[in-house]
């Protein structure tokens, strides 16, 4: 099993530019997140799904779409990259809420 | 609003120490604790996970200890190794089921 694998591993954006960051688990697991890890700071939320078809807004959601086409993947878009979304991006999953969530390497994207 | 705070922020002993990382929450009501460890430019990896009706977990060198009532954790690592060097997470699964993450400790354990 691969587990939790994100793509790319970095990226290198300009301002108003878009980009798509693919998440994608072999684990079949319902649940599945995105955070941003800032330094000095905790990971925060952005977006968690609670299965395939299924959305929801978490702590920092302003500037980033999400869609959970199919169980195993779960895309986070920018459509208009800005300097403050220049951070490390992790993909997260588990079976359910409150069990144990396995995290993907990182996406670390940069906008100038 | 629930809010984890870890100090320190870094920390650096000889090889051999037992030593112990501390995480405080702000909101006693929560449904689980849990420890991480993050080595650079690598995703997380899940050390233990505490249900709030449990004191203690361990796994093998690790025992963390949860006492809701003060709103505290603590990772107690014995007789360090340097592959221990890490960034160790922690953080509370409120009661909206979302994580909540304190800043972590950069652990260093000096040969």
């Known amino acids: 099993n691969a587990g939790v694998t994100q793509t790319p591993k970095f990226r290198v954006l300009k301002t108003g530019q878009s980009m798509t960051l693919l998440c994608a688990q072999d684990m079949n697991h319902e649940y599945m997140y995105w955070y941003r890890q800032d330094p000095g700071m905790g990971l925060r939320l952005i977006h968690y799904?609670?299965?395939?078809?299924?959305?929801a807004k978490g702590e920092v959601p302003d500037g980033y779409n999400v869609s959970r086409l199919k169980k195993q993947n779960f895309l986070l878009g920018l459509e208009s990259a800005a300097p403050s979304q220049t951070s490390v991006y992790f993909c997260a999953s588990s079976t359910s809420t409150g069990n144990e969530q396995y995290f993907g390497p990182g996406t670390r994207l940069t906008v100038t | 609003k629930q809010e984890v705070t870890q100090i320190p922020a870094a920390l650096s002993v000889p090889e051999g120490e037992n030593l112990v990382l501390n995480c405080s929450f702000t909101d006693s009501a929560i449904y689980n604790l849990q420890w991480f460890r993050q080595d650079p430019g690598k995703g997380l990896t899940s050390l233990l996970l505490i249900q709030s009706s449990q004191r203690e977990q361990t796994s093998g060198r690790l025992n963390a200890s949860l006492d809701k009532s003060s709103g505290r954790s603590t990772l107690y690592i014995a007789a360090s190794q340097p592959g221990d060097s890490a960034t160790y997470l922690c953080?509370?699964?409120?009661?909206?089921?979302?994580?909540?993450w304190g800043a972590g400790t950069k652990l260093i354990i000096k040969p």
């Open positions: 953080a509370v699964n409120d009661s909206n089921y979302q994580l909540i």
């Open positions: 799904s609670v299965g395939e078809g299924t959305t």
